[in-house]
């Protein structure tokens, strides 16, 4: 508990600074005009009037998330769409806040919660943490008479409803899996260069060698967040460990001087000597228009990334850009989900069931994956609603051994991750493959 209370001091803090910048973080976040955002905020002004005038917005269904913005929103909005079709009743109010894996949003749902004003319902990563943020400190409520009711329990894989679930209850639902070890590609540029898409850390390094000779960025990086560089470090040591050690390391089993752990660490800061100069002034998003335009040859990202080439860059999937699984973790899959939950307190409790069900059922994540990029948590999804890399990753995640990220939330607690990005971060610009270890090792000691 003492932990959870340290967490969110640490996260109200983080608030104060982002209330004081949040104003245009839209804009910073894709240098795009975005007119999703803009509705973000003047629902927001609605509602903030509604509070002004006393009414206690209960009757209001409002869903919190990051989604707002290029390669976020597309996805949400479609889903609300749905769900409105459904319920005409019943008025939503999309309460996204900017910022790539959480990044702000994180801190301003740390700080409703604390202060009991949770939204009706909002994105949480299954794994840790939903687990340790929101369920260990009893703020969300069990969903398994609701899993019984809308036959939810053989829908989603064991596995997934496994990280949704503490001591027997399962507190969220699944909207979909993102996969994280996937590197996105300029087709012409490897076309031009005479490149394929590398299997190993050697041929990923020979492709980055021959890229940098031909003076082209081999690999994007936009850590102005630095979640993404945690996010290639937790690859680079998947493919080193394993799916198995790879949990064990951030289970405490294996230590952080064991030698493949080290050895990653040493590949990941030869892959670093690769990225673009400005990657501490990139997001995610100017990172990826990198690659969409020729500049730089790949990107590690999410598939989420595939949401924005698509939907916001009009880029074809094999025919602009291409993918391939993250060196040495073709047989793995690194699993990003996010997922709904019915928060402690909320005097709307069934409306929020209504969007959960919309949200849980076939339609509902049909509607939803195919713009956001990620594929259906549910294993009965309409696969012909997908393209070519959704029904590739759909079968992937089928066959492949699961490893969940702890760049997205899932792995470790709240705390720890925010420890390790500083870590990483630190490592990023000063190479001390001693200091990061020792940094992540020490941080698990204290949790
Ligand atoms: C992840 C989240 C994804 C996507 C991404 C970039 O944490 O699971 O849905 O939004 O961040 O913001």
Redesign the pocket.
């Known amino acids: 508990m003492r932990k959870f209370f340290g967490f969110i001091v640490m996260l109200t803090f983080i608030f104060a600074m982002v209330a004081c910048g949040a104003d245009n973080s839209d804009e910073e976040q894709t240098g795009e005009e975005d007119t999703g955002g803009e509705e973000t905020t003047a629902e927001s002004e609605e509602t903030e009037e509604a509070a002004a005038e006393g009414e206690d917005g209960g009757g209001e269904l409002e869903i919190f998330?990051?989604?707002t913005g290029a390669?976020?929103e597309d996805g949400l909005n479609a889903l609300i769409e749905l769900f409105e079709e459904q319920h005409p009743d019943i008025a939503v109010e999309n309460a996204a806040v900017a910022?790539?894996?959480?990044t702000n949003a994180k801190a301003v749902l740390a700080t409703r919660m604390q202060g009991n004003d949770p939204p009706s319902t909002f994105?949480v990563?299954a794994g840790e943490e939903l687990n340790q943020s929101w369920v260990a400190a009893d703020k969300m409520e069990p969903l398994n008479d609701f899993y019984e009711e809308e036959e939810l329990m053989d829908k989603f894989p064991e596995e997934l409803i496994d990280m949704v679930s503490q001591d027997g209850d399962i507190y969220s639902v699944p909207v979909?899996i993102?996969r994280g070890n996937v590197i996105f590609y300029n087709m012409s540029v490897f076309e031009e260069n005479g490149l394929e898409p590398p299997t190993t850390f050697d041929e990923f390094l020979n492709v980055a060698e021959e890229l940098d000779a031909a003076e082209i960025t081999p690999l994007a990086l936009g850590d102005k967040e630095a979640?993404t560089a945690t996010q290639v470090f937790e690859n680079v040591l998947l493919g080193a460990l394993g799916p198995e050690d790879y949990q064990a390391l951030w289970n405490g089993d294996i230590s952080f001087d064991d030698e493949r752990v080290v050895e990653a660490a040493e590949t990941f800061k030869q892959i670093l000597g690769y990225v673009n100069e400005d990657h501490a002034s990139r997001n995610?998003q100017d990172s990826a228009q990198l690659v969409s335009e020729g500049e730089a040859a790949m990107i590690n990202m999410?598939d989420?990334a595939k949401g924005y080439f698509s939907n916001d860059l009009d880029m074809e999937v094999n025919e602009d850009f291409g993918y391939f699984a993250f060196p040495e973790t073709t047989e793995d899959f690194m699993v990003?989900?996010?997922t709904f939950g019915l928060p402690s307190g909320v005097e709307n409790e069934e409306d929020v069931k209504k969007f959960l069900s919309v949200l849980g059922s076939v339609e509902g994540q049909d509607t939803f994956n195919p713009l956001?990029g990620?594929i259906p948590a549910r294993v009965d999804s309409d696969e012909s609603k997908y393209d070519e890399y959704g029904v590739d990753t759909i079968e992937d995640f089928r066959e492949a051994n699961l490893a969940p990220s702890l760049?997205?939330?899932s792995a470790a607690s709240e705390g720890y991750l925010t420890k390790a990005n500083q870590a990483v971060n630190i490592f990023v610009t000063q190479g001390d493959v001693e200091r990061l270890l020792e940094s992540l090792e020490a941080a698990l000691a204290e949790e």
């Open positions: 998330s990051w989604w390669g976020e910022g790539g894996a959480g994105q990563h979909n993102h979640w995610w999410g989420w990003i989900s996010d956001k990620s760049a997205h939330g």
